[in-house]
């Protein structure tokens, strides 16, 4: 029987931007085990003080999700520390915003690296991990069925159709025991909030569930 635990491992990617910083506040409030992964090293203590001032537990990583070794790294580091890993919740994203005959090559570039080879090399490293453990959860974020795509947002749409098309193929193959969940919205102007409380709910819900909603914003399937 595989062991469940109250207190989870959760790694999260991209903690410096604006979602995955309000995400691991609601997580550090639930008494998870955080090893937070940005590229700001500033920005990352201050959160990790933050967290830490509150009473929470998080460790700090200096992270390029472009550079798979970076990703490799990271992800066994918490896994010497505390012996298992969870959850990865990939929230890193580049968004800018340019028309496509504006031909910003090294823009649509850098977004694929980030938004979807990033992605890539995240699940990478911890899939070894949670196939040994026979449990874990991944937790992306991309583009519902649903999805608008904006004038000058054709490739960001793009990469988020990507990652979901990357979640519901891991979803089949990995089976039941480890968890892929796809946070989704249907448009361009989901709050930071509203995403940080959908990753937390992919989290937190029963393995069964299959949460979300027919309404605007984000939703959450997991399976």
């Known amino acids: 029987m595989k062991k469940r635990h109250s207190s ?40 990790g003080e933050e967290i830490r001032s509150a009473g929470g537990q998080a460790d700090l ?13 990271f992800a066994l580091a918490a896994h010497r520390k505390h012996g298992r890993v969870d959850v990865l919740v990939n929230s890193h994203a580049e968004m800018p915003l340019s028309r496509l005959d504006a031909m ?19 699940i990478a490293a911890v899939l070894p991990l949670m196939q040994v453990a026979r449990a874990g959860q991944i937790v992306n974020i991309g583009g519902g069925h649903g999805q608008r795509v ?34 989704s919205s249907d448009g361009l102007d989901d709050s930071t909030g509203a995403l940080a409380h959908a990753i937390r709910s992919a989290i937190v819900l029963p393995e069964s569930a299959d949460a979300g909603g027919s309404g605007s914003g984000p939703q959450t399937g997991s399976g």
């Open 8 to 47: 989870k491992v959760i790694l999260i990617t991209g903690a410096c931007g604006e979602v995955g910083a309000a995400a691991a506040r609601l997580l550090a409030r639930d008494r998870h085990r955080l090893v937070l992964g940005g590229s700001c090293r500033r920005s990352l203590e201050r959160l």
């Open 61 to 73: 990583h200096l992270l390029d999700v472009t550079d798979a070794d970076d990703a490799q790294s």
């Open 104 to 122: 910003k090559i090294r823009e649509w570039d850098r977004m694929i690296d980030v938004n979807v080879r990033g992605v890539l090399h995240s």
């Open 150 to 183: 904006g004038a000058e947002a054709a490739v960001y749409c793009a990469t988020r159709s990507a990652v979901a098309a990357i979640s519901e193929g891991l979803r089949q193959e990995v089976g039941g025991e480890i968890r892929v969940s796809l946070v």
